[in-house]
T-cell receptor, first 113, second 120 residues
Framework: GQNIDQPTEMTATEGAIVQINCTYQTSGFNGLFWYQQHAGEAPTFLSYNVLDGLEEKGRFSSFLSRSKGYSYLLLKELQMKDSASYLCAVRDQATSGTYKYIFGTGTRLKVLA | GAVVSQHPSRVICKSGTSVKIECRSLDFQATTMFWYRQFPKQSLMLMATSNEGSKATYEQGVEKDKFLINHASLTLSTLTVTSAHPEDSSFYIC????????????????FGAGSRLTVL
C-alpha cells in the first residue's frame, strides 16, 4: 500500500527558514511533488523531485532521498503570505503502467509577525 | 499556462438530489483526469481516475453508483453525486496532468478551482 506522513502543523516567524518533512512508502515510486494550498483554494504546484538531491527554486527548495523514502521542503525568508498548507504528493506507478498521485496529510504552516 | 476550469464553485442542494460538477481542460487535451475529495483541514483523497472514452477507475471504498464519472471528450470530465446526503458535503476538486516546460518535462497535476458541495 501507500503511506505518506507529514507533520500536521508548524509555526515559524517572518523572515526565518522552515523545513517541512515528508516520509513515504510506496511500491511504484515515480516522483515526488510539493504543493501549496491556501484555505478554500486549489493546490498550486511548487516543486518536483524524481532523482536524489536538492532542487532549488527561488525561496523554495525541495530535497529527495529515495533510499530513505524522505523528502523535505525548505522555505527561506518566510513571508506572511506563506501561511498555508503544504502538501507532499507521490506519483505511484502501478504494475499496469498507470499512474496515481497520492497526497500526504498536509502540513499547516503559520507564519507569525 | 494550462488551465483547468471547474464549476460550479459552490453548490447547495437538498438531500436526495443529484449534483453534477464539470471539469474542463482549456487549451490542452486531457486523456486522464483525477477527482479528489477534501474534508475540512484534511488532505486530498483520490476518489477516481477518469479516462477519456473508457470507464473510470475508482479507489477502494468509493461507491461507483454514487459518484458517477463521465469523460466523454478530451477536454471534459464530469462528476455526478447522485442522491446526495449531508455526509457527502465536501470540497471536490479535479485535476489533469500537464507537462512542465523546461528541463524536467515532468507531468504535474494542475487543479481546477474546486467545488464546495453543501447538502442540507
Amino acid at each position: 500500500g501507500q503511506n505518506i506522513d507529514q507533520p500536521t502543523e508548524m509555526t515559524a516567524t517572518e523572515g526565518a527558514i522552515v523545513q517541512i518533512n515528508c516520509t513515504y512508502q510506496t511500491s511504484g515510486f515515480n516522483g515526488l511533488f510539493w504543493y501549496q494550498q491556501h484555505a478554500g483554494e486549489a493546490p498550486t504546484f511548487l516543486s518536483y523531485n524524481v532523482l536524489d538531491g536538492l532542487e532549488e527554486k527561488g525561496r523554495f527548495s525541495s530535497f529527495l532521498s529515495r533510499s530513505k523514502g524522505y523528502s523535505y521542503l525548505l522555505l527561506k525568508e518566510l513571508q506572511m503570505k506563506d501561511s498555508a498548507s503544504y502538501l507532499c504528493a507521490v506519483r505511484d506507478q502501478a504494475t499496469s503502467g498507470t499512474y496515481k498521485y497520492i497526497f500526504g496529510t498536509g502540513t499547516r504552516l503559520k507564519v507569525l509577525a | 499556462g494550462a488551465v483547468v476550469s471547474q464549476h460550479p464553485s459552490r453548490v447547495i442542494c437538498k438531500s436526495g438530489t443529484s449534483v453534477k460538477i464539470e471539469c474542463r481542460s482549456l487549451d490542452f487535451q486531457a486523456t486522464t483526469m483525477f477527482w479528489y475529495r477534501q474534508f475540512p483541514k484534511q488532505s486530498l483523497m483520490l476518489m477516481a481516475t477518469s479516462n477519456e472514452g473508457s470507464k473510470a477507475t475508482y479507489e477502494q471504498g468509493v461507491e461507483k453508483d454514487k459518484f458517477l464519472i463521465n469523460h466523454a471528450s478530451l477536454t471534459l470530465s464530469t462528476l455526478t453525486v447522485t442522491s446526495a446526503h449531508p455526509e457527502d458535503s465536501s470540497f471536490y476538486i479535479c485535476s489533469a496532468r500537464v507537462r512542465l516546460a523546461g528541463g524536467s518535462g515532468a507531468n504535474v497535476l494542475t487543479f481546477g478551482a474546486g467545488s464546495r458541495l453543501t447538502v442540507l
